[in-house]
């Protein structure tokens, strides 16, 4: 079992940043990946970006450029930081890891980008 705790999250205005931690606790060593989805009122939840344990990365084109995932191994703990953060940005966000062939998810955390 893999628990995921995310913080970091809150009120931004447009073309400000933030940066989400979710920090892993439990059956880490098994953990392969980790990364982030991120879910708007009434729509459904959609990648943002991963990151493997030999730290590959990859994004969805809509924060290329402008999100930036990483790890810290010693922490169990990724973070996404966010800059030129836009309206539509807004969402909840959700730490995920991969483990054992299982997916685990955090219980999500609020990002509000707005004037």
């Known amino acids: 079992q893999v628990q995921l705790a995310e913080s970091g999250g809150g009120l931004v205005q447009p073309g400000g940043s933030l940066r989400l931690s979710c920090a892993a606790s439990?059956?880490?060593?098994?953990?392969?990946?980790m990364g982030w989805y991120r879910q708007a009122p009434g729509k459904q939840r959609d990648f943002v970006a991963f990151?493997?344990?030999?730290?590959?990365?990859d994004y969805a084109d809509s924060v290329k450029g402008r999100f930036t995932i990483s790890r810290d191994d010693k922490k169990n703990t990724v973070f996404l930081e966010m800059k030129g953060l836009k309206p539509e940005d807004t969402a909840v966000y959700y730490c995920?890891?991969?483990?054992?062939?299982?997916?685990?998810w955090g219980q999500g955390i609020q990002v509000t980008v707005s004037s």
């Open positions: 995920y890891s991969g483990a054992s062939g299982r997916t685990y």
């Open positions: 439990g059956s880490t060593f098994d953990i392969n990946s």
């Open positions: 990151i493997t344990s030999s730290s590959t990365t």
